[in-house]
């Protein structure tokens, strides 16, 4: 293992994927390597963690409280990075500098990836050919190539769990909102508003100028696909997650018209997607202001969606890790579908018929829902709106968690029981395709079908090796 430090030549021949890099391949197993076995004695998964950045270090921090993996290696080509990654998870994994040092060892039965977008596809693909389970943060893959390229590859390996780090997909208010439409509750749902507003200028300081690509690997469209891949990758999945299919075509704007600093990619965005039976998912993210115009939430600020049908509308955020839900119905609801009426569905009680028209209903997954005397009268109201939804069949869980820490909890269980996640590939590379033509749209200002990501990047993927 290297003890230096990295210079920005070993980066770019070493790590983020630049063409001309030297080539260097992985160390192969003699023929197909075998699946890693997933099951040690005890039904631990051994795990290695590749790239403990910023997202890195807080999936160690869920991951060290997590009884179903062991990390055994790790890897980062930043040595400050992977002294963190280290402390963080505790324990002695063994470190690396080079991640196929990490993968060409045999009791590793999976591996987190946590790099900059433009080393996902290389380091996911070389994982799965060493025979290793793979949780890749999202956006999953990069470019449309890697798109086609993966989707081959894990069918040849398909005894393989793949997993992206969609966590929305593991909350239980995002689940609800789910089985909220399921069951007919906001009736036909038609719109869905989503934004992601910040206020600042995403930078992270840099001590060596020479270091500022590695560091700030997101301002540029060399490493990142900027806010669509960063921020509107989350909901442009939740938004194909609720409507169940993936966008018709894409319109949208983007400009680099607040932060003049060098950087290449859209400091703002905004695009509108057209699903298959004309619903809307109308999306934004700003980076000078983080006001939320469009979801009101108490309290939660930046991010959310609105989930608007004929019945109801759901807005629902997952802020800083804490799910928010509020749920309001529509005062002319529809007669809809086998769900019976609207107007049946609300015949329970009579707060529920005012309160749900004008303040909403908070979704409160997870808190008992016992009413005592204790209880204000907030309290019961939210607690008999809530036994209301759970007497309709909508589930309510039991316990709230942050869904970061329940999908890598998942993803280790998955790879123990042979299971299939529920954010696996076709999730990932509907997710990338999605983020791959919104810029597309935005760069070549015209609607962009869906059905072009089929005929873009045909030609085989040409991997820069380091
Ligand atoms: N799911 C989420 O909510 C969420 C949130 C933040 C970031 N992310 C994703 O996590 C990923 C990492 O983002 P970040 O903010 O942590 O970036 P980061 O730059 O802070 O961390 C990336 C780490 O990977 C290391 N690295 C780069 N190339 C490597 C290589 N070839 N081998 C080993 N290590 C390598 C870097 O040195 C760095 O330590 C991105 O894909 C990002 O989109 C997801």
Same mark, same amino acid.
């Given at each position: 293992?290297?003890?230096d430090g990295?210079?920005?030549?070993?980066?770019?021949?070493?790590?983020?994927?630049v063409?001309?890099?030297?080539?260097?391949v992985?160390?192969?197993?003699?023929?197909?390597?075998?699946?890693?076995?997933?099951?040690?004695?005890n039904?631990?998964?051994?795990y290695g963690?590749?790239g403990?950045?910023?997202?890195?270090q807080?999936?160690?921090?869920h991951?060290s409280?997590i009884?179903?993996?062991r990390?055994l290696a790790m890897?980062?080509?930043?040595?400050?990075?992977?002294?963190?990654g280290?402390q963080?998870?505790?324990?002695k994994?063994e470190?690396y500098?080079?991640y196929r040092?990490?993968?060409?060892?045999?009791?590793?039965d999976?591996?987190?990836?946590a790099v900059?977008l433009s080393?996902?596809?290389?380091i996911?693909?070389?994982?799965?050919e060493?025979?290793?389970?793979v949780?890749?943060?999202?956006?999953?893959?990069?470019k449309?190539?890697e798109?086609?390229?993966?989707?081959?590859?894990?069918?040849?390996?398909?005894?393989?769990v793949?997993q992206v780090?969609l966590q929305?997909?593991?909350?239980?208010f995002?689940q609800?909102?789910?089985?909220?439409?399921?069951? !007919?509750? @906001?009736?036909?749902?038609t719109h869905?508003? /989503?934004q =992601?507003h910040?206020?600042g200028?995403w930078?992270?300081? +840099?001590?060596?100028?020479?270091l500022?690509e590695?560091?700030?690997?997101?301002?540029?469209?060399?490493?990142?696909?900027?806010l669509? !891949?960063? @921020?509107a990758s989350h909901?442009?999945d939740? /938004?194909? =997650?609720?409507?169940?299919?993936?966008?018709?075509s894409? +319109?949208g704007v983007g400009?680099?018209?607040?932060?003049k600093?060098?950087?290449d990619?859209?400091?703002?965005i905004?695009?509108?997607?057209?699903?298959?039976?004309?619903?809307?998912?109308?999306?934004?993210?700003?980076?000078?202001n983080?006001h939320?115009p469009?979801?009101?939430?108490?309290?939660?600020r930046?991010?959310?969606?609105?989930?608007?049908?004929d019945?109801?509308?759901?807005?629902i955020?997952?802020d800083?890790?804490?799910?928010?839900?509020m749920?309001?119905?529509?005062a002319?609801?529809p007669?809809?579908?086998k769900?019976?009426t609207?107007?049946e569905n609300?015949?329970?009680?009579?707060?529920?018929?005012?309160?749900?028209?004008s303040?909403?209903?908070?979704?409160?997954?997870?808190?008992e829902?016992?009413?005592?005397?204790?209880?204000s009268?907030?309290?019961?109201?939210?607690?008999y709106?809530?036994r209301?939804?759970?007497?309709?069949?909508?589930?309510?869980?039991e316990?709230i968690?942050?869904?970061?820490?329940?999908?890598?909890?998942?993803?280790?269980?998955c790879v123990?029981?042979n299971?299939k996640?529920?954010?696996?590939?076709?999730?990932?590379?509907n997710?990338?395709?999605?983020?791959?033509?919104?810029?597309?749209?935005?760069?070549?200002q015209?609607?962009?079908?869906?059905?072009?990501?089929?005929?873009m990047?045909?030609?085989?993927?040409?991997?820069?090796?380091?």
């Open positions: 293992m290297a003890k990295v210079n920005r030549r070993e980066f770019v021949a070493r790590g983020l994927g063409a001309g890099a030297a080539a260097a992985l160390p192969r197993l003699k023929g197909a390597p075998a699946v890693q076995s997933g099951k040690s004695p039904g631990t998964v051994n963690f590749i403990p950045g910023s997202r890195g807080q999936l160690l921090q991951l409280r009884d179903a993996g990390c890897c980062d080509i930043y040595p400050e990075n992977l002294k963190k280290i963080t998870i505790g324990g994994p470190p500098h080079d040092e990490l993968l060409a060892r045999k009791d590793v999976a591996v987190f990836i900059p080393e996902h596809f290389r996911t693909k070389d994982s799965l060493a025979g290793k389970h949780f890749c943060e999202k956006s999953l893959v990069f449309p190539e798109v086609h390229a993966l989707r081959a590859l894990a069918a040849e390996h398909s005894k393989q793949i780090g929305r997909r593991y909350s239980q995002y609800m909102a789910r089985q909220m439409i399921e069951k !007919g509750l @906001l009736g036909r749902v869905i508003q /989503a =992601w910040r206020n200028d930078r992270r300081p +840099v001590k060596d100028k020479n500022e590695q560091i700030n690997w997101r301002m540029y469209r060399k490493y990142s696909s900027g669509a !891949g960063e @921020l909901q442009i939740v /938004a194909d =997650w609720m409507f169940g299919s993936s966008p018709v894409v +319109v400009g680099i018209d607040y932060w600093d060098g950087r990619i859209y400091d703002n905004q695009l509108i997607y057209t699903y298959p039976k004309g619903q809307k998912l109308i999306y934004h993210s700003i980076t000078n983080a939320m469009f979801v009101g939430l108490p309290g939660v930046e991010v959310g969606e609105v989930i608007m049908g019945a109801g509308t759901v807005h955020s997952l800083k890790g804490t799910g928010h839900g749920w309001f119905r529509e002319n609801a007669k809809y579908g769900a019976g609207a107007k609300w015949t329970a009680g009579a707060t529920v018929m005012e309160g749900g028209i303040k909403g209903f908070p979704i409160l997954p997870g808190r829902f016992e009413m005592s005397d204790a209880d009268f907030i309290s019961k109201e939210v607690k709106a809530k209301w939804l759970y007497s309709k069949g909508v589930m309510v869980p316990e968690r942050d869904p970061v820490a329940v999908e890598l909890e998942d993803f280790l269980v123990r029981d299971k996640p529920k954010a696996d590939l076709q999730v990932g590379l997710d990338s395709s999605g983020v791959i033509l919104s810029n597309l749209a935005m760069d070549e015209r609607r962009v079908m869906y059905s072009e990501i089929e005929t990047g045909k030609q085989p993927v040409k991997l820069a090796r380091g």
